[in-house]
């Protein structure tokens, strides 16, 4: 069964500081989504990779397939990067189905 | 570009009643899909919608049926509600299947049935 992990659940931290949020994977998968949830409800997606690393902004997303591990990296954290923030892999045998993480709930301080 | 639009953004319902919910996107994109949110749960998929033409049962798809109306636009219809509906709903579309493309998604519609 493809199953999906993030860590941590709930994460709390003061403005400025890096912040690392993980996600792993049982089985083989082509790419990873990461996705981020505003306070607000909208959603909205911030990566799809499937090796290496990409960046856009304060956001560095990486991936291991090898070890089905990826991270979400976010630089010089600010308060409006507090949001949920998901990763989903596609369902084996499936083109169009993801399997979710459960999320993690990031808060920033000011 | 308005990306994907849904309408309403709210609705309350009396059980038994129906309603459509409405989802268009203007990205010319190939596949679209329903999820559902519930408190606590991840999303989870009611219906998708490959290509213009065709239609699919996701994860939870009882209760609820679908039109893929033309390429923009893909509605979700509750033909008789019922309080384990209430959910936030979210319309997605990708340009190709999930596993090549992000997924771009609609605000939400927040529906209750009492």
């Known amino acids: 069964k493809n199953e999906v992990e993030q860590s941590p659940q709930n994460l709390t931290a003061q403005e400025g500081e890096f912040i690392t949020i993980n996600c792993s994977y049982s089985v083989g998968i082509s790419a990873l989504h990461w996705l981020q949830q505003h306070p607000g409800g909208g959603i909205v997606s911030l990566f799809m990779?499937?090796?290496?690393?990409k960046k856009h902004g304060r956001l560095i997303a990486t991936i291991n397939i090898q070890e089905k591990h990826s991270s979400l990296h976010i630089t010089a954290s600010h308060p409006r990067d507090s949001a949920v923030y998901i990763c989903?892999?596609?369902?084996?045998?499936?083109?169009?189905?993801?399997?979710w993480g459960a999320g993690t709930k990031l808060i920033i301080k000011p | 570009n308005a990306g994907v639009t849904q309408t309403p953004k709210f609705q309350v319902l009396k059980t038994g009643q129906s309603m459509t919910l409405q989802c268009a996107q203007d990205m010319n994109h190939n596949s679209m899909y329903w999820y559902r949110q519930d408190p606590g749960m991840g999303l989870r998929l009611i219906y998708y919608?490959?290509?213009?033409?065709?239609?699919d049962k996701g994860e939870v798809p009882n209760g609820y049926n679908v039109s893929r109306l033309n390429k923009r636009e893909f509605s979700l219809r509750l033909e008789s509600a019922a309080p384990s509906q209430t959910s936030v709903y979210f319309c997605?579309?990708?340009?190709?299947?999930?596993?090549?493309?992000?997924?771009?998604f609609g605000n939400g519609t927040r529906l209750t049935v009492t």
């Open positions: 989903a892999v596609p369902v084996q045998d499936s083109n169009y189905q993801l399997i």
């Open positions: 997605a579309s990708s340009e190709e299947r999930v596993r090549n493309s992000p997924l771009h």
């Open positions: 990779l499937s090796s290496g690393k």
């Open positions: 919608s490959a290509s213009e033409g065709t239609t």
